[in-house]
């Protein structure tokens, strides 16, 4: 078998998917169809339809698009048999009810943006940062009934350097993922649809702990600043440049705004006993004293406002150590 005789469905929806379907395309793979969620209202008005970055790709190498709005639809289901593809793979999709992705012959593998059984769930990326890994990875596995849970094909390690935010681990795991996709679909057909395998028990660490990666909201996204500035900055990192970490500023009489937070920077400055969100000025840097030491805020938003550094944010505002950030 040659990757022209092999038929491939492609499933996913972001630009993180995108790199993977370009890859396959590009190289040669036999992409049949492409599968992706249905086009998203936009807008004031929610009046105007955006397609996901993977069918504006697939549209443009002329690849059909199904976009389901049930994964279980029965008329999907049939139309998605009726490409008689031997693979498909999956990338930063949804879940997938047994119907679809037990359909292929040589199964589904997905690429999951870690090391897996570490972080499985929606947001690995962030999660990883957040909780100041040194080193995460893109894994590819066969779907199976629960999330995140099958057998692992290949993986592959990404370090995530000190200065790293989750925009920078995004686009090294984006290239990463895609070749570790070509190499799996590669072993694949080496093995005519056989391929070694490897339960992820085997890797569960022997007291059982694992991290998890949920879904991000807009809750998760506020800042705790009882925490260490070293833990603080971490959750920034992980969290920036989207969707972003958040606090509220308040003033002396009490009004509050919302401050959010895209940029830190340690000081290895004790408090000495200041109480967390306490502000001050020093050398014209902007400081906030979390549990241990103070933490530099170097680019902030306050609401109603654009995206600036801090030294500017100080240029136009009177009295900022009157304020405490919440």
Sequence with gaps: MTKKDLRIIFMGTPEFAVETLRALVENGYNVVAVVTQPDKPVGRHQDTLQPPA????????????????????????EELKGYGADLQVVVAFRMLPEAVWAMPRFGTFNVHAALLPQYRGAAPINWAIINGERQTGVTTFFLDHDIDTGRIIMQEPFEIKDDYDVGDVYDGLMKLGAGVALKTVDKIIEGDGHVD???????????????????????????????????VRNFVRGLSPYPGTWLEM??????????????????????????????????????????????????????????????DFLNGIRNIEDYKLF
Excluded at 257 to 274: A, D, E, M, Q, R
Aim: glycine share 8%; net charge positive.
């Design 54 to 77: 993977v069918k504006q790709y697939a549209q443009s190498r002329g690849l059909p698009v199904l976009q389901p709005v049930r994964m279980k639809d029965p008329r999907f289901v």
């Design 197 to 231: 395998s490897l339960p992820q028990e085997r890797l569960i660490p022997t007291d059982g702990r694992l991290h998890a990666a949920p879904k991000i909201f807009k809750d998760t996204c506020r800042i705790r600043l009882d925490g260490t500035a070293c833990r």
């Design 250 to 311: 308040k003033s002396h009489d009490g009004k509050a705004s919302v401050l959010k937070v895209f940029k830190t920077t340690l000081t290895g400055i004790p408090c000495n006993g200041k109480e967390p969100g306490t502000i001050m000025v020093y050398d014209g840097r902007l400081l906030t004293a979390t549990a241990d030491c103070w933490l530099q805020l170097d680019e902030i938003q306050l609401s109603g406002k654009k995206r600036m550094a801090a030294k």
